[in-house]
């Protein structure tokens, strides 16, 4: 049965397509076939397009169809499939904005790797008006869906990321995958990249809560502090 590596490799094959006179692509000719609805030829494509590649490779029940995005995002969210990890096979929901309201989710992708930066790489449709790869940090990530692949995904546990120990004061992409993952948890924080007065509050609030795993409530984020965050 098809897994998360044929969605890849049929995503991939589809590298450099674009849109037609009209913006008409596809995709969206395919799901507008799929609905009875030929306004869908030329509409807005990411998510018709990862629509269209699931269904070639046999995978349309455990990925969906969809053209709109939040209804999307919520479709996983309903059957126990939305998270904040980044998986290889996730479906991967972005807001511009940065929020985590699914409501407000903007874009769609397919990731394909997990980068030891913390960034991800995906396969997307509609970006620059073609199907292309992209390298995005976590920052503008509402979350991911995690289709229920036969066999399960190839993606490595976060926790298997070497992440450097993280001090007040500290900046960048590692940063910002805290803070994603301290609202993951229930904390709610900007996902700015700087670890200030409120991130540290966070982290003390997330150890002293995890003492038994954590050891010390000091506010720093290091090994035994990221393997409690990533579970």
Known sequence: ??????????????????EG?????????????????????????????????????????????????????????????????????????????????????????????????????????NTNDQVAQRVRDLSTVAGFGYPAYPGGTTAPKPSSTPRPLLKYGATGTHVKYLQQRLNAKGYHLAVDGVFGPKTRAAVRAFQAAHKSAVVWVDGEVGPKTWTALAK
């Open 21 to 125: 006179k009209g913006g008409v692509t596809k995709y969206g000719t395919w799901y507008a076939t799929q609905v009875h609805d030929n306004a869908y030829k030329a509409a807005a494509w990411c998510d018709m397009f990862v629509s269209w590649c699931a269904d070639q490779v046999g995978l349309g029940k455990v990925i969906g169809r969809y053209a709109y995005t939040p209804s999307h995002a919520q479709w996983f969210a309903d059957n126990g499939k939305w998270g904040q990890k980044p998986k290889v096979g996730a479906i991967v929901f972005y807001d511009w904005g940065g929020s985590h309201n699914r409501a407000a989710i903007d874009h769609v992708g397919i990731v394909t790797k997990v980068r030891s930066d913390g960034r991800i790489q995906t396969i997307e449709g």
């Open 1 to 18: 049965m098809s897994k998360a590596s044929d969605l890849i490799a049929k995503a991939l094959s589809q590298e450099g397509t674009g």
